[in-house]
């Protein structure tokens, strides 16, 4: 087996919801072969007739709703419209046809006892606290946020919300007070659900201080639950989680139109506050039943595990197999403790079919030198998936050596922005290590050059050219839309310009390069510079800084901060420390950059804003002639200076393997 080859080939397509959803499309007279083992032809109609398969989406999984639509798209990006008329609610379909006994929600921590809902437990809690929250006067369209650990009081908060009409926000809380109200804010809520803090790699990470201070961020408050996770005591002000889930309700989940708020999810950027996302009811209800139940493949009879946190799109994407029957486990601790398999011994215990991490973690367990098929009975495990970040091809090779030849690795790629994929696997498609198989269903996805020409076997920048339902609906608080406009279309007028560099192969693969813009991706959650900029150039010593996320070959994310300090400052260890602290306390641990390198100084465009795409290119190996117009650079020798630094650390790692080598 080689990288270069086929890794898997898809599976009988009679045993796949793809397959199924084919040959149905094709007895209904979609313009596909009957036996419904043509994935491009089934693309290709999934992208001309979007009135046909958003509508066969919504039949094949007999999606609950009320109304009638006058049409199932009308108007073009970004004002497209889906289904006006229907009404529905997220949750309906949650609950819909569940066996009572059956699991749905496992709860998993470092130091205390699975956590076990059954869909009818899970049921009562959902009722009992969406009755709570009626009584708190929230409404259809108010605002509930969660400042949470990945828990099932979590989920339960999140499904409670949506069932009302209410809209839902949320994040982790290694996340500062600072950076959550950055966000929460915005939104102005009225009830926040939290957790005392939370256990990571053996340790208490007591929480409650830095709740205090985030309720005292948010005026707006009606009411504050607090989850006890670590029993670590209570907040001043805040009411306990039990009383949440005290009242027996009967479930009554309130029909919302088809584009009605479901959640805010949060993108950073590199200027200004990071800007909330506003997704639909009913958008997210059929991108997530197509890409969860068709691409993904999973049903009732599966268990779904993603290492991530409440933070990252992946939170509210796996929660969304709940729609499909499949039992979703939460993982409240950390991926490599008490030992770097954790993950791998997870699966194993729980029995679960399709394990998600980052590509990070699959390196990490190849460094590690760990046998997770040897070591653990793998057997229910079906598929391990990955995204964040491009997957090398060697991951692949490892993962079938040493995880199972019986297990497919599916990477994806997609965004906060659509709450999905745009790319990724598909059981009618074989897998070829270090490509992503094609396009999704659903997904008009291009390649085009500087002058929006498609191009093939060569970079261009990712754009879709046809709506999906799971598009935002707008940016929260931008009333006329032009941050919205400006994000994805001021590009390429009329197609979504996402902001990855791709590479369509000639049969039909996708090749996925990294950023072409200056958002930083760390471990899959993409964050804003600003947060690290409001942090570090808070110091007096440091007068100004510049950071980065640059992908390098192999598959690494290096994301190094370089500072022009103040005065006659010098970058000791003491100062790094200093700026490591500051980034970790202000933002997230996930901030703190890789490197910390000080500068004369940091260049900028002639109108001053910071020049942190050619940097970033720079980093990646392009010559600074292509990576910046030297006419529109304030001092354009200072990019030299980057170049000069890419060597530099470039020579030091060549000798830190062949030091390798010599000593081994």
């Not at 369509?504 to 690290?532: C, K, P, Q």
């Given at each position: 087996?080689?990288?270069?080859g086929?890794?898997a080939?898809?599976?009988p397509?009679e045993d796949?919801?793809?397959?199924?959803?084919?040959?149905?499309?094709?007895?209904r007279?979609a313009?596909?072969p009957?036996?419904?083992?043509d994935y491009?032809?089934?693309?290709?109609?999934?992208?001309d007739d979007?009135?046909?398969?958003?509508?066969?989406?919504?039949d094949?999984y007999?999606?609950?709703?009320?109304?009638?639509?006058?049409?199932?798209?009308?108007?073009?990006?970004p004002q497209?419209?889906?289904?006006?008329?229907?009404?529905l609610n997220?949750?309906?379909s949650?609950?819909?046809?569940?066996?009572?006994?059956?699991?749905?929600?496992?709860?998993?921590?470092?130091?205390a006892e699975d956590r076990v809902?059954?869909?009818?437990?899970?049921?009562?809690?959902v009722?009992?606290?969406?009755?709570t929250?009626?009584?708190?006067g929230?409404t259809r369209?108010?605002?509930?946020?969660?400042y949470?650990?990945?828990?099932v009081?979590?989920?339960?908060a999140?499904?409670a919300?949506?069932?009302i009409?209410a809209?839902?926000?949320?994040?982790?809380?290694d996340?500062?007070?600072?950076?959550?109200?950055?966000?929460?804010?915005?939104?102005?809520?009225?009830?926040?659900?939290?957790a005392?803090g939370y256990?990571f790699a053996g340790r208490?990470?007591?929480?409650?201080e830095?709740?205090?201070?985030l309720?005292a961020q948010l005026?707006t408050?009606r009411?504050?639950?607090?989850v006890?996770?670590?029993?670590?005591?209570?907040?001043e002000?805040?009411?306990?989680?039990?009383?949440?889930?005290?009242?027996r309700a009967?479930?009554?989940w309130?029909?919302?139109?088809?584009?009605?708020?479901?959640?805010?999810?949060f993108?950073?950027?590199?200027?200004?506050?990071?800007?909330?996302i506003?997704?639909?009811?009913g958008?997210?209800?059929?991108?997530?039943l197509?890409?969860?139940?068709?691409?993904?493949?999973?049903?009732p009879?599966d268990r779904?595990?993603?290492?991530?946190t409440?933070s990252?799109m992946?939170?509210?994407?796996?929660?969304?197999?709940?729609?499909l029957?499949?039992?979703?486990?939460?993982?409240?601790?950390?991926?490599?403790?008490?030992?770097?398999?954790r993950l791998?011994?997870?699966?194993?215990r729980?029995?679960?079919?399709?394990?998600?991490?980052?590509?990070?973690y699959?390196a990490?367990s190849?460094?590690?030198?760990l046998?997770?098929?040897?070591?653990h009975?793998?057997?229910?495990?079906?598929?391990v998936?990955?995204?964040g970040a491009?997957?090398?091809?060697?991951?692949?090779?490892?993962?079938a050596?040493h995880?199972?030849?019986?297990?497919?690795v599916?990477?994806s790629s997609?965004g906060?922005?659509?709450?999905?994929?745009?790319?990724?696997?598909?059981?009618?498609?074989?897998?070829?290590?270090?490509?992503l198989?094609?396009?999704c269903?659903?997904?008009a996805?291009?390649?085009w050059?500087a002058d929006?020409?498609?191009?093939r076997?060569e970079?261009?920048?990712?754009?879709?050219?046809?709506?999906?339902?799971?598009m935002?609906?707008?940016?929260?608080?931008?009333?006329?839309?032009?941050?919205?406009?400006?994000?994805?279309f001021?590009?390429?007028?009329?197609a979504?310009?996402?902001?990855?560099?791709?590479?369509?192969?000639d049969?039909?693969?996708v090749?996925v390069?990294?950023r072409?813009?200056?958002?930083?991706?760390?471990?899959g959650?993409?964050i804003?510079?600003?947060?690290?900029?409001?942090?570090?150039?808070?110091?007096?010593?440091v007068?100004?800084?510049?950071?980065?996320?640059?992908?390098?070959s192999g598959?690494?994310?290096?994301?190094p901060l370089?500072?022009?300090?103040?005065g006659?400052?010098?970058?000791t260890?003491?100062?790094?420390?200093?700026?490591?602290?500051?980034i970790r306390?202000?933002a997230s641990?996930r901030?703190?950059?890789?490197?910390i390198?000080?500068?004369d100084a940091?260049?900028h465009?002639?109108t001053g804003k910071?020049?942190?795409?050619p940097?970033?290119?720079?980093l990646?190996?392009?010559?600074?002639a292509r990576?910046a117009?030297p006419?529109?650079?304030?001092?354009?020798?200072?990019l030299?200076?980057f170049a000069r630094?890419?060597?530099e650390?470039?020579e030091?790692?060549?000798?830190?393997?062949?030091?390798?080598?010599?000593?081994?």
């Amino acid at each position: 087996m080689t990288s270069a080859g086929v890794h898997a080939e898809p599976g009988p397509v009679e045993d796949s919801a793809m397959g199924a959803f084919a040959r149905w499309c094709a007895g209904r007279g979609a313009p596909v072969p009957a036996d419904g083992t043509d994935y491009h032809a089934l693309w290709r109609w999934s992208v001309d007739d979007l009135a046909g398969f958003w509508s066969a989406v919504r039949d094949f999984y007999r999606v609950p709703t009320a109304g009638t639509a006058a049409a199932v798209v009308t108007g073009s990006m970004p004002q497209a419209r889906w289904f006006d008329g229907t009404r529905l609610n997220y949750v309906e379909s949650v609950f819909r046809d569940r066996p009572p006994e059956g699991a749905a929600l496992i709860g998993v921590g470092e130091d205390a006892e699975d956590r076990v809902l059954s869909w009818a437990e899970l049921a009562e809690q959902v009722a009992a606290v969406a009755a709570t929250l009626r009584a708190e006067g929230v409404t259809r369209g108010d605002r509930v946020v969660g400042y949470l650990p990945d828990v099932v009081e979590a989920v339960v908060a999140f499904l409670a919300c949506a069932g009302i009409g209410a809209i839902w926000s949320s994040c982790g809380q290694d996340y500062s007070p600072d950076a959550a109200a950055s966000r929460f804010a915005q939104l102005r809520p009225t009830v926040l659900v939290t957790a005392d803090g939370y256990r990571f790699a053996g340790r208490d990470r007591d929480r409650r201080e830095e709740v205090a201070r985030l309720v005292a961020q948010l005026p707006t408050l009606r009411a504050v639950y607090l989850v006890p996770r670590l029993g670590s005591g209570p907040v001043e002000g805040c009411l306990p989680w039990s009383a949440a889930v005290a009242p027996r309700a009967e479930p009554a989940w309130e029909r919302v139109p088809f584009d009605h708020p479901l959640w805010v999810l949060f993108s950073s950027g590199t200027t200004g506050t990071p800007k909330g996302i506003v997704h639909g009811h009913g958008g997210v209800l059929l991108e997530h039943l197509k890409s969860i139940g068709l691409h993904v493949d999973l049903g009732p009879t599966d268990r779904f595990a993603w290492y991530t946190t409440p933070s990252w799109m992946v939170w509210n994407y796996r929660n969304s197999a709940l729609l499909l029957g499949t039992t979703v486990v939460c993982y409240d601790g950390s991926a490599t403790s008490p030992s770097p398999d954790r993950l791998w011994a997870l699966a194993a215990r729980l029995g679960i079919t399709f394990l998600g991490a980052s590509p990070g973690y699959l390196a990490a367990s190849e460094s590690a030198g760990l046998l997770p098929g040897t070591d653990h009975d793998l057997g229910a495990l079906r598929t391990v998936g990955s995204s964040g970040a491009p997957l090398p091809a060697g991951a692949y090779d490892w993962a079938a050596d040493h995880v199972g030849k019986h297990v497919e690795v599916q990477s994806s790629s997609g965004g906060t922005d659509v709450v999905s994929a745009f790319a990724g696997g598909a059981p009618l498609l074989p897998v070829v290590p270090g490509e992503l198989s094609g396009p999704c269903l659903g997904v008009a996805l291009d390649a085009w050059d500087a002058d929006g020409r498609p191009v093939r076997g060569e970079t261009g920048e990712l754009v879709v050219t046809r709506p999906m339902p799971s598009m935002p609906l707008h940016f929260w608080d931008d009333h006329d839309g032009s941050r919205y406009r400006e994000t994805y279309f001021s590009t390429y007028p009329g197609a979504w310009r996402h902001g990855d560099w791709i590479t369509i192969t000639d049969h039909g693969s996708v090749l996925v390069s990294g950023r072409s813009d200056s958002t930083l991706n760390r471990h899959g959650v993409r964050i804003g510079s600003a947060e690290i900029y409001h942090a570090v150039e808070a110091l007096p010593t440091v007068a100004e800084a510049l950071v980065v996320g640059a992908e390098q070959s192999g598959g690494e994310y290096w994301m190094p901060l370089f500072v022009r300090l103040a005065g006659d400052a010098t970058l000791t260890e003491d100062l790094a420390e200093e700026i490591r602290s500051a980034i970790r306390e202000k933002a997230s641990p996930r901030h703190v950059p890789d490197d910390i390198v000080a500068v004369d100084a940091v260049p900028h465009t002639i109108t001053g804003k910071k020049l942190e795409v050619p940097v970033k290119r720079i980093l990646q190996g392009v010559e600074v002639a292509r990576a910046a117009d030297p006419g529109a650079v304030d001092a354009p020798a200072l990019l030299e200076r980057f170049a000069r630094y890419r060597t530099e650390r470039s020579e030091r790692a060549g000798r830190v393997r062949e030091h390798h080598v010599r000593t081994t």
